[in-house]
């Protein structure tokens, strides 16, 4: 029998917290937390705990930011995919295009939305190759699900015109790229929904879980509020029988709380990757992580790229005190869960060249100049030995 499994997620936090530089960012993230405390002691009075008017007015300014007309507030950024796909009619017997290199959760969506996620090799973007997408679609094919990685948007010009041709859904997870855009359009605005996560280690973070679907269609939003929400039309009228998945409404105040902070956040991330691209450019055993798509606004949700010897120099880095993190070292086609498909090392030459180069240095918002210069003179003087 397998061992009783551990809560491992509280270990992590703790252990994240060793290294003076680290990846983890909470406690002066939420250092004004008596302003969010009052507002939530506000909501205990008024007891509007489910779907009350914090939920409604967190979703219109979500929408608003993203750039679509609707925002449906859930319970996570996995649920949002999984929903949308629910919403669109996706389901057993059908066929979703996505990427390797992703968090587990976009796959775990896909397959609990009972359709079967057909794997595409990642470009030197570590996003989906465009290119590789049309060999895998056949009348089975219902959906691309493109992740923009790390922050970083997917070539969504190429996506939304093979999705058109062959008349598929497009449910774009943006779990990383919270106010990332192309010629200032946003992530999450170009698919037929656009999923984003507030889970504590995102960009616009929550004190749990938290999610949130953009889309134009107001056919889908009806649908998708009624999906989370029972579906229920009103207390005694259910019109299709669906989930329990609500953004909480204690979550929503926190959400938007953070978005008043959201600029700040991305753009000292931005601010801080562009001062280690320079840095690091000129090493060989570098590569920088670019994309094909220009006019990109990125919001380094994490800041990966490709190291010669990884492992090493993760070793080193932490052992200086630097929390670098690699995201992820197993792609998705090579996982345990993912053994029932029968794909094997070889299949994805690109995914499993990042998983094995790749590694995320701390970009985040409270990073000082001393801190990102005790990364730069880490990363040097291990190539230099
Ligand atoms: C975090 C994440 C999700 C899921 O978000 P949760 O809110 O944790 O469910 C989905 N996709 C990607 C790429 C993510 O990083």
Same mark, same amino acid.
């Given at each position: 029998?397998?061992?009783?499994?551990?809560?491992?997620?509280?270990?992590?936090?703790?252990?994240?917290?060793?290294?003076?530089?680290?990846?983890?960012?909470?406690?002066?993230?939420? %250092?004004?937390?008596?302003?969010? =405390?009052?507002?939530?002691?506000?909501?205990?009075?008024?007891?509007?705990?489910?779907?009350? #008017?914090?939920?409604?007015?967190?979703? &219109?300014?979500?929408?608003?930011? *993203?750039?679509?007309?609707?925002?449906?507030?859930?319970?996570?950024?996995?649920? #949002?995919?999984?929903?949308?796909? &629910?919403?669109?009619?996706?389901? +057993?017997?059908?066929?979703?295009?996505? %990427?390797?290199?992703?968090?587990? #959760?976009? *796959?775990?969506? *896909?397959?609990?939305?009972?359709?079967?996620?057909?794997?595409?090799?990642?470009?030197?973007? !570590?996003?989906?190759?465009?290119?590789?997408?049309? /060999?895998?679609?056949?009348?089975?094919?219902?959906?691309?699900?493109?992740?923009?990685?790390?922050?970083?948007?997917?070539?969504?010009?190429?996506?939304?015109?093979?999705?058109?041709?062959?008349?598929?859904?497009?449910?774009?997870?943006?779990?990383?790229?919270?106010?990332?855009?192309?010629?200032?359009?946003?992530?999450?605005?170009?698919?037929?929904?656009?999923?984003?996560?507030?889970?504590? =280690?995102?960009?616009?973070?929550?004190?749990?879980?938290?999610?949130?679907?953009?889309?134009?269609? +107001?056919?889908?939003?009806?649908?998708?509020? !009624?999906?989370?929400?029972?579906?229920?039309?009103?207390?005694?009228?259910?019109?299709?029988?669906?989930?329990?998945?609500?953004?909480?409404?204690?979550? #929503?105040?926190?959400?938007?709380?953070?978005?008043?902070?959201?600029?700040?956040? /991305?753009?000292?991330?931005?601010?801080?990757?562009?001062?280690?691209?320079? $840095?690091?450019?000129?090493?060989?055993?570098?590569?920088?992580?670019?994309?094909?798509?220009?006019?990109?606004?990125?919001?380094?949700? *994490?800041? +990966?790229?490709?190291?010669?010897?990884?492992?090493?120099? &993760?070793?080193?880095?932490?052992?200086?005190?630097?929390?670098?993190?690699?995201?992820?070292?197993?792609?998705?086609?090579?996982?345990?869960?993912?053994?029932?498909?029968?794909?094997?090392?070889?299949?994805?030459?690109?995914?499993?060249?990042?998983?094995? $180069?790749?590694?995320?240095?701390?970009?985040?918002?409270?990073?000082? &100049?001393?801190?990102?210069?005790?990364?730069?003179?880490?990363?040097?003087?291990?190539?230099?030995?």
């Amino acid at each position: 029998m397998d061992k009783e499994l551990k809560n491992f997620l509280p270990e992590q936090y703790l252990s994240d917290n060793e290294y003076p530089i680290n990846h983890n960012y909470l406690e002066a993230q939420f %250092s004004d937390k008596e302003e969010i =405390l009052k507002k939530i002691s506000e909501l205990v009075s008024r007891g509007d705990f489910t779907l009350g #008017a914090a939920v409604d007015d967190f979703e &219109k300014s979500f929408a608003d930011l *993203i750039g679509t007309k609707f925002g449906i507030g859930v319970g996570s950024g996995t649920d #949002a995919i999984f929903l949308s796909l &629910k919403s669109l009619g996706v389901g +057993p017997g059908d066929e979703v295009i996505t %990427s390797p290199f992703t968090f587990y #959760a976009t *796959i775990g969506a *896909i397959v609990t939305a009972g359709a079967m996620p057909v794997f595409c090799d990642i470009g030197s973007d !570590l996003n989906i190759n465009p290119d590789k997408i049309e /060999n895998l679609i056949n009348e089975k094919t219902k959906a691309i699900v493109p992740v923009h990685w790390a922050g970083k948007p997917c070539n969504m010009s190429r996506i939304n015109s093979i999705a058109t041709r062959y008349n598929l859904f497009i449910v774009e997870d943006a779990c990383h790229a919270i106010g990332s855009s192309i010629n200032n359009k946003r992530a999450g605005s170009f698919g037929d929904t656009g999923c984003f996560s507030f889970h504590p =280690l995102k960009n616009l973070n929550v004190w749990g879980d938290g999610g949130i679907i953009c889309t134009d269609n +107001p056919q889908l939003a009806r649908d998708l509020k !009624l999906l989370r929400n029972h579906g229920l039309i009103n207390r005694n009228e259910c019109q299709i029988f669906g989930y329990n998945s609500r953004l909480d409404t204690i979550q #929503a105040i926190i959400a938007k709380h953070m978005l008043g902070k959201l600029s700040f956040i /991305n753009e000292s991330r931005r601010a801080n990757a562009k001062f280690l691209d320079e $840095k690091l450019q000129d090493l060989d055993e570098v590569t920088l992580v670019n994309g094909d798509v220009v006019n990109v606004t990125h919001s380094y949700h *994490i800041y +990966p790229q490709l190291f010669e010897r990884r492992d090493e120099l &993760k070793e080193y880095l932490n052992s200086i005190g630097v929390d670098a993190k690699i995201h992820y070292p197993i792609p998705m086609h090579l996982q345990k869960a993912a053994k029932i498909w029968g794909y094997k090392r070889g299949d994805f030459p690109v995914a499993e060249l990042a998983a094995d $180069k790749t590694l995320s240095l701390p970009v985040h918002e409270f990073i000082t &100049k001393p801190s990102l210069d005790r990364i730069v003179e880490g990363v040097t003087q291990f190539y230099r030995q």
